[in-house]
């Protein structure tokens, strides 16, 4: 796995911002599998050939149509919160969106020329949201509210992958694999599966398995480009089987330069357009960023405390589990009590799943088909994707 590390380095300048971040960085130890009997019949390729061939590309320039495909298995309350699935009206911020991705299927129009312009529009229904990253500046616009989102990179062209909001956006299937790759390491068993077609190209596909035992993940498998080394595709299934839990790659693929016109934006006349965070101000804001996908349930903020506890890595690789321990000082039980609590602390605690108990005490587990978390009595969350019994087993481990 020497070549990790380049491999990142290299198709990551080039990530075309695909609003899948939120998900991809998340949960980088996810799922998959498409076995593809009868694919093209193609050289044989080892494992680290593949990965340095994904290493070596100079791609620089696409455009396509890619689509993303999410069943987490979120709780209904959790479900209600995201929108439905629907990706169109309200702030035209791109953080606003990522949440949104978690359920259904979408489809995006994307575009890039090299690591200073990048663009995605969201064909989600009739109404439109667009992200267009052009040197400096990065612009998103939703055409149901008619608001514009606007961010300039202080650092200027040039400096694309530095740009925040680029950066934390970066989640084309190409960017996506790079995470994967990024994070497999001596826990990781990676060999090279059935050959596939996407996209109407010959590809290779890459098979990441974990060798640890308890984590929710079955298998990660990367389509990759037989003739460029661009990853097409990454499919993402749980441990236990059934549909796809992610499944990101794109249904159309040109790599010809796209047109300038394709990077330039003006805000429309009328729009309401919001101004985002600059330098200092961003890296503020990113030392917070471990608490997003919490915030993502209603009630949870209330459990703890705000967003301001300690957070501790405990275990390894694909059966990695953080313990946040909230300092909220109001546990499950009193909340049950507290008829002043929130409503939407109830409604949550309501939604959680089944009381486990162990050495740590009592809690409950709130589960997905990929991150669960336990929620102890005593206001420590434990999160990771893992089993409950991997859960309960790393709050036992951890008094």
């Given amino acids: ?82 929108g439905g699935g629907g990706v169109t009206g309200g702030s035209a911020n791109p953080e606003d969106k990522l949440a949104q991705l978690a359920n259904g299927s979408h489809t995006f129009r994307v575009a890039a020329d090299g690591p200073d312009r990048q663009k995605l529009t969201f064909l989600d229904g009739k109404d ?76 290779y596909q890459l098979v990441l398995k974990p060798k640890q035992s308890g984590s929710t993940v079955g298998s990660v498998q990367i389509a990759v480009d037989a003739k460029n080394g661009v990853p097409l595709r990454v499919q993402l299934l749980s441990s236990q089987g ?63 405390g705000g967003g301001n506890g300690e957070v501790k890595v405990l275990g390894e690789g694909w059966a990695t589990v953080a313990r946040i321990d909230t300092g909220a000082g109001q546990g499950l039980k009193e909340l049950e009590k507290d ?16 009381k486990v108990t162990g050495k740590f005490g009592e809690g409950r587990v709130l589960s997905t088909r990929l991150v669960n978390a336990l929620i102890t009595d005593d206001g420590k969350v434990y999160v990771g994707a893992v089993t409950k019994d991997a859960l309960v087993k790393a709050a036992d481990s951890a008094k």
């Fill in 242 to 304: 059934g549909k796809p839990i992610v499944d990101a790659g794109f249904t159309k693929v040109d790599f010809a330069k796209p047109s300038a016109d394709t990077f330039k934006f003006t805000p429309p006349k009328g729009a309401k357009v919001t101004e985002g965070l600059e330098g200092e101000e961003h890296g503020k804001a990113g030392k917070d960023e471990h608490w997003k996908a919490l915030e993502s349930f209603p009630g949870l903020d209330a459990l703890t």
């Fill in 1 to 82: 796995m020497a070549a990790n590390t380049k491999t990142s380095r290299k198709a990551a300048r080039y990530a075309v911002p695909v609003a899948v971040v939120g998900i991809a960085a998340a949960t980088v130890a996810m799922v998959p599998a498409f076995a593809n009997a009868g694919g093209p019949d193609l050289p044989k390729v080892t494992a680290q050939q593949l990965i340095e061939k994904v290493a070596a590309s100079d791609v620089e320039q696409l455009s396509g149509t890619a689509k993303l495909t999410t069943d987490l298995g979120l709780p209904k309350i959790a479900s209600g919160l995201l």
């Fill in 339 to 354: 008829k002043n609590a929130p409503k939407e602390a109830q409604q949550f605690l309501n939604s959680l799943g089944d």
């Fill in 128 to 203: 439109e949201y667009s992200l267009i990253h052009n040197g400096a500046d990065v612009w998103g616009y939703d055409s149901k509210s008619n608001e514009v989102f606007h961010e300039k990179n202080p650092e200027g062209a040039g400096k694309g992958t530095e740009h925040k909001t680029a950066d934390r956006l970066a989640g084309s299937p190409q960017q996506i694999a790079q995470e994967i790759l990024k994070a497999a390491g001596p826990t990781t068993d990676i060999s090279v599966g059935d050959t596939a077609q996407v996209a109407g190209r010959d590809a």
